[in-house]
């Protein structure tokens, strides 16, 4: 915090005079003037408050303006502005962003409970300019805002800055640019100082100005341009008009151009809903210089992204395509029809269960407890039931569960109908006590998983219930902190050996989870480095995620999280705790979509914080634009990138992704050394990606930074909710620095 200091006290003739001045009927002003004093260095120093409270998504107040010169800051979090929660806050000026003010290095800490009660003061003295404060508390991170400062010695600056543009390239006889022009723009300000420089492309939007604008496409333009000065001055918009040619050529071959229709097809063969009309042109010669298209009758316009087509109705796609050289290829078209959604029932199943058994004094149920699930669907009938027993993957119901192991349990229940909706999981939550001749089997871990599979590899053999009623993946305790790896696969031999004797595999299945103790490595040096818990289950754990944007998640008693089916919109959970360079990132995943559909979720690593960007409205498109989304969808149809895919530059189709039933767990496992990212699904490497730098989003977007200098070697961690229908669950997330 910038030290206080004390006023100077009042020298004795300034107070004689004062009160001489009251005797007269004067002013100190007119006394100033007399006495060939600037009044405007007599004035009284300012004052800017800020208050705190409960809140950690703002200020409860803040000033927003300000005048340059001397100022004393005043910080209040205490039980007066609100807070009773006795917790603290910060306000600290930003020095490290070049984009405002840096010269004052202000970080007060305030709290109810300290020494000021919560209110200090500083002096410090305000330039021209912006300066941009915030609370350095973590998780408050939404606590901030811009304080304008303007001079206080001439007045207020209400001359905007003055604009130039140049243009630079090689010329022809007609004064066109030939093959590219560079339109450089500049801009002064004697007042405030220029803030920023904006440009934009013919009728286009305005975008920050940061480097030259070279323009390579073949034709006529305009670049309009603009700029602000620190006090909010913002300049009259020019313009430069110029032509671009290409280069002397031969070429009089015409692009060749062709579009495929893409979407959900009904039986008839046309699009539900909606038709996505993708265009491409190449050109060996001169090299493409614009395609268009237009619709139906429409006006030709140019094509930059997809078309998608929501009318309802037969519709053609016209198309064509342009070289530099000035050849236009022949029109082409696309004929389709789309038509809407059917109407059917939309209505899913009511499920109820009920647990029966002996009971104890506290409740619990002695030895065994037995759930009964009843579903009714008055629509087109029941199709399935199927049961979830402590997180585990969805099973079919088929004749009441009888649950007999020791401890608490979670039972998820849900039914689809003939038509496809499914249900939202119901559950009841019940302890089987000891009692009643079953004792607690002595199991090492508790691991459910459909499969067994160690460490990473998947063996694809069934996880059965041995005769010591615990599980095969619960024998061989491959989380066990192993000091070497022939000692794990010598306690691996000796689980199997005794499977094999009993019965419960067999030879083939033997040599299948031998094989994969040797392939995990578990006990190599390197290899026993445990994982630290991002997500447990717990509300502590749950508690240390952010969520931005729309949608949601909640937490759920069988210790996962759940993407919301009634929140809308597609937003995002960060872990904002601390950034992450190589690692591994192991996670659990299920699809727990309603209906047939398929839910549709990411993974997010390396974006930077999603708070340091406020040139962007949504803050989850922060980790969409500067990090990299591991994609989870297994739909058949809809977006081209399945699960595994690098989302926008690195596709991984159905097959590759080894999809499993609906409502299973998956594990899940990304592995990012340097710029090489490695994608496991229940074991096995799906996907490998480069990032190679240069790389362009695909299909193109405007906004996209692509990959040089972008895409970070560092950053933090999110899970995508994508909307109301791609609902999805996560458990189990761990990571490990590599």
Not at 97 to 110: F, G, K, Q, S
Not at 371 to 377: P, Q
Not at 682 to 701: D, S, Y
Request: charged share 20%; glycine share 10%; with cysteine.
């Amino acid at each position: 915090m910038v030290a206080r200091t004390r006023p100077e006290p009042p020298r004795p003739w300034t107070a004689l005079l004062a009160a001489l001045l009251m005797i007269l009927g004067l002013s100190s002003a007119t006394a100033a003037a007399a006495y060939g004093q600037d009044d405007t260095r007599q004035a009284v120093q300012q004052t800017l408050t800020w208050t705190a409270g409960d809140d950690i998504t703002k200020y409860t107040s803040a000033p927003t303006t300000a005048v340059a010169g001397k100022t004393t800051i005043v910080f209040e979090n205490s039980v007066a502005t609100g807070n009773t929660m006795g917790m603290p806050h910060t306000l600290t000026f930003d020095v490290s962003d070049p984009e405002y003010n840096n010269d004052v290095p202000l970080n007060i800490l305030a709290n109810p409970s300290d020494d000021s009660g919560g209110k200090h003061t500083a002096e410090v003295t305000l330039t021209p300019g912006r300066y941009r404060y915030h609370c350095t508390i973590p998780g408050h991170g939404e606590m901030q805002g811009i304080l304008v400062v303007t001079d206080g010695g001439g007045g207020e600056d209400t001359t905007e800055p003055e604009t130039a543009a140049k243009l630079e390239g090689e010329k022809n006889a007609d004064g066109a640019y030939i093959g590219m022009a560079t339109v450089t723009v500049s801009a002064t300000d004697e007042g405030s100082g220029v803030d920023k420089i904006e440009y934009a492309m013919g009728d286009g939007a305005f975008q920050p100005y940061t480097a030259p604008v070279m323009v390579h496409e073949v034709g006529a333009h305009t670049v309009r341009y603009r700029a602000t000065d620190k006090a909010g001055n913002v300049s009259q918009v020019k313009s430069a008009d110029f032509t671009v040619v290409a280069p002397p050529t031969d070429d009089t071959t015409a692009p060749e151009t062709s579009a495929t229709v893409s979407g959900e097809k009904d039986s008839s063969g046309a699009y539900i809903d909606m038709a996505t009309v993708t265009v491409t042109a190449s050109d060996t010669g001169s090299g493409v210089n614009r395609i268009e298209f237009a619709v139906d009758q429409g006006e030709y316009q140019p094509y930059t992204v997809p078309v998608m087509v929501h009318a309802t109705g037969a519709h053609t796609v016209r198309y064509r395509a342009s070289d530099k050289a000035g050849n236009v290829s022949a029109v082409k078209s696309v004929d389709f029809r789309v038509v809407a959604p059917p109407t059917q029932d939309t209505t899913p199943p009511v499920t109820s269960a009920k647990v029966e058994g002996a009971k104890n004094s506290d409740g619990n149920y002695v030895g065994t407890a037995k759930v009964t699930i009843t579903a009714t669907d008055a629509e087109s009938g029941v199709d399935k039931t199927e049961y979830s027993l402590d997180g585990g993957p969805y099973l079919a119901y088929t004749a009441p569960v009888v649950i007999d192991r020791v401890g608490r349990h979670t039972l998820a229940h849900r039914a689809t109908d003939k038509a496809g909706n499914t249900s939202r999981a119901g559950q009841v939550a019940f302890t089987v006590a000891e009692g009643g001749g079953v004792p607690a089997p002595a199991c090492p871990e508790w691991d459910e998983r459909l499969t067994v599979i160690v460490g990473t590899v998947d063996t694809g053999v069934p996880n059965r219930i041995t005769r010591s009623r615990c599980t095969i993946n619960e024998l061989i305790e491959d989380e066990k902190d192993w000091s070497s790896h022939a000692l794990f696969l010598k306690h691996i031999t000796a689980v199997t050996d005794k499977l094999l004797a009993d019965g419960v595999i067999d030879q083939r299945e033997y040599g299948l989870i031998n094989e994969a103790a040797e392939q995990s490595g578990i006990g190599k040096p390197g290899q026993s480095e445990g994982y630290r818990d991002l997500f447990d289950g717990t509300k502590k754990s749950f508690d240390k995620w952010q969520h931005v944007g729309g949608g949601a998640f909640g937490l759920n008693d069988d210790s996962t999280i759940t993407s919301s089916s009634t929140v809308e919109g597609m937003g995002m959970l960060w872990f904002p705790r601390r950034t992450y360079d190589d690692f591994s990132l192991k996670l659990q995943f299920r699809d727990d979509a309603p209906g047939a559909g398929n839910a549709n979720s990411g993974v997010f690593v390396r974006f930077p914080n999603v708070h340091d960007h406020p040139e962007e409205s949504r803050p989850e498109w922060v980790a969409i634009k500067y990090g990299h989304e591991v994609q989870i969808l297994d739909r058949p149809d809809g977006d081209m990138y399945k699960t595994g895919s690098i989302y926008g530059f690195d596709r991984v189709g159905l097959g590759g992704a080894g999809v499993t039933p609906k409502g299973s767990w998956n594990d899940y496992e990304i592995r990012v050394v340097g710029q090489h990212y490695s994608v496991y699904r229940n074991g096995v490497l799906i996907n490998e990606f480069e990032n190679a730098g240069g790389q362009e989003f695909t299909p193109p977007r405007a906004d996209d930074p692509g990959t040089d200098g972008r895409r970070y070697a560092s950053g933090y961690i999110g899970l995508q909710t994508h909307s109301t229908s791609d609902v999805v669950s996560f458990r189990n997330i761990r990571i490990k620095e590599l």
